[in-house]
């Protein structure tokens, strides 16, 4: 009998650790068929205007109450502040304009891109940037009735943690010898990603962190239709 409390603390730490998961919003862009635009563009850091609200992990207490079968705590800015699972991304300012970049490199759309930290002595002929408005992550941690019945479910691999996400931003492609915006276009999506367990969440989603994964999908779509619209601004704008 007293090997089953060291069993349950065996499985109980195997389903919370985790293998080294990537953090980034990196997705695979389609390449175009067509010639890349003879010009440079630069990806620049998004501007920040996201309202800097986070719920608080004192709410985890609602769970010793017998009845209460789930808790849901928003956050914000879930680089900075999660409850239920660690995210530990680059700030999202700068993590959206990195896949960008990397999505535009791979579409081929233009001749050259130039990463946010990579423009060095380069002078692009066009700016592609954005703001991101809202990234409201809210987690909703199953207690199934009570606190005290938790952690045991949670061994036994019963969903763990749900992600609900509102991603809201705009972008837009500034033409550098005279400041026109040439393009631009704004993006809101809601999307729910469902029932993680401790042992799915160490093991994320094709080796990407789950809400990693949750925002590049959203941003591998919107790239997806921003690409033959940039193409069309390019030649309207005679490059």
């Known amino acids: 009998m007293r090997r089953f409390p060291l069993l349950f603390l065996i499985l109980f730490v195997s389903g919370c650790s985790s293998p080294m998961l990537d953090f980034s919003l990196s ?3 389609e390449r175009s068929a067509a010639a890349p635009v003879a010009a440079v563009v630069a990806v620049r850091d998004f501007r920040d205007l996201r309202p800097m609200m986070r719920g ?8 010793l ?11 914000e800015v879930p680089e900075v502040y999660t409850v239920f699972s660690s995210f530990a991304s680059r700030p999202l300012p700068r993590a959206v304009a990195d896949a960008f970049a990397r999505g535009l490199g791979r579409s081929h759309v233009f001749s050259r891109v130039l990463a946010p930290d990579g423009a060095g002595t380069v002078r692009p002929d066009y700016i592609f940037t954005g703001t991101l408005r809202r990234s409201r992550l809210t987690e909703r941690c199953y207690y199934y009735g009570s606190f005290m019945y938790a952690w045991l479910t949670r061994v036994f691999g019963l969903p763990y943690v749900s992600f609900d996400l509102e991603m809201v931003y705009d972008v837009r492609l500034v033409r550098v010898s005279d400041g026109r915006v040439v393009w631009k276009k704004s993006f809101s999506h809601s999307v729910s990603d469902r029932y993680h367990s401790v042992y799915e969440l160490g093991r994320g989603r094709g080796g990407k962190h789950v809400i990693a994964s949750m925002f590049s999908r959203i941003l591998a779509r919107d790239m997806a239709m921003m690409l033959p619209e940039i193409r069309s601004a390019l030649v309207e704008a005679g490059r």
């Open 56 to 63: 608080s992990a004192n709410r985890q207490w609602l769970g």
């Open 27 to 29: 997705f695979e862009a």
């Open 65 to 75: 109450i017998p009845g209460v079968l789930w808790v849901d705590i928003p956050t």
